[in-house]
């Protein structure tokens, strides 16, 4: 991801076309999951088996090569992850998904990447982000949207660009922002 390749995790082909439109559109970006939600908080836990843009990661504190306590798959030797968090600071929360009547959807979501991890013990990339409002609030709204279990993000503000490149492809645009 690092050098502009999308990736989607489990083979997702949607999630990689995603993560590299929105790469080409804002450098740098990257693929990501929510993996939980932090309600005491107000917000969202990203995470997933090991990857991130190493072009992401914060500049203050150096990404390690870890072992996995635990192996993905089968394998003869255990298997490494590099361990970072996003650098903190404004961010685009994005996803392209296939939307009613089989359209192309973008879904974009102003964030704040927090300036949290890594934590010792997570031998997986992981960071935190703030939505622009609740957190429930912009759960349901992405759930509504037909928001997808992976999604990509990039620092700063892409949805104008995201806009206007949904105009251009005929696809839909829904925006969450705060409520």
Known sequence: MGEGFGFGGEGDLIAAAGSTFLNRLMPPAGFTEIF???????????????????????KDRRPVLRARPTPITRTRERQLALVASLEPGPATLAALTLGPNHRWRFIAAPVAVEDFGPL??????????RPAGDVRDFLTAYAKAGGPHHNALCFGDARPRLRRAAAMLDADYVEIAES
């Open 36 to 58: 939980t939600m932090d309600f005491g908080g107000n917000s969202l836990f990203l995470s997933h088996m090991g990857e991130m843009n190493i072009a992401m990661a914060r």
């Open 120 to 129: 010792p013990d997570m031998a997986v990339p992981h960071s935190k982000v």
